[in-house]
């Protein structure tokens, strides 16, 4: 069931509270009419399925980028991972699968390049900033899978506050984050509640 205004309306509740999520953002750089362009959910969930040369975008720094590359590579797909941080799946470190992540990605070919930041897209080059050097470098792929921030599904909660009713939201409808930062929305909201 879709649940919209109207259906919160006809259901009368005291209060509502929004867990709607998040959905893919687009970068500014990547031309929304480039259909070589996608998101990493749309891969995963088999929406798309990539080959050839394939350049991943990691600017979340988890599983989403380093995952999805495997499953790329897995494929028969040349597979190369840009970041703008200093390594790529940073943040594996704390869940101590950072390691086994490169030990994995040398065994299937996997390509690592960091502190590159995306600049901007003409045809099929995408061009990356080197950040310490400032120098462009370009990379010519035949797909881009971009793990980037999402950004929140709150349009339900922003029509329900112009309707005056009592609403809070959770999770990555307030702003995308990990799931230990729904779990203390909830509390949070949870202990609001009483």
């Known amino acids: 069931m879709t649940v919209d205004a109207a259906e919160v309306a006809r259901r009368r509740p005291d209060r509502v509270i929004v867990a709607t999520g998040s ?20 891969v995963l969930c088999g929406a798309v399925h990539p080959e050839g040369e394939v350049l991943v975008l990691d600017e979340l720094g988890f599983h989403q980028a380093t995952s999805v590359a495997e499953l790329l590579a897995d494929r028969g797909a040349s597979v190369e991972i840009v970041t703008p941080g200093m390594v790529v799946g940073q943040d594996l470190g704390i869940t101590l699968d950072l390691e086994n992540f490169w030990i994995r990605a040398q065994a299937k070919g996997i390509t690592q390049s960091t502190e590159l930041v ?32 999402p950004t ?18 959770v999770g990555d409808a307030v702003a995308p984050r990990r799931a230990h930062a729904a ?12």
């Open 23 to 42: 959905v893919p953002a687009r970068p500014w750089w990547a031309p929304a009419d480039a259909e070589w362009i996608v998101d990493v959910r749309d």
């Open 118 to 149: 995306p600049m901007g897209v003409e045809g099929h080059v995408v061009n990356l900033q080197h950040h310490p050097t400032q120098q462009t470098v370009t990379r010519s792929p035949d797909w881009l899978v971009l793990a980037v921030p």
């Open 152 to 169: 929140p599904a709150d349009g339900l909660y922003h029509e329900l506050v112009a309707t005056g009713a009592d609403v809070l939201r």
């Open 183 to 194: 779990v203390i929305d909830g509390e949070r909201v949870g202990a609001a509640l009483v």
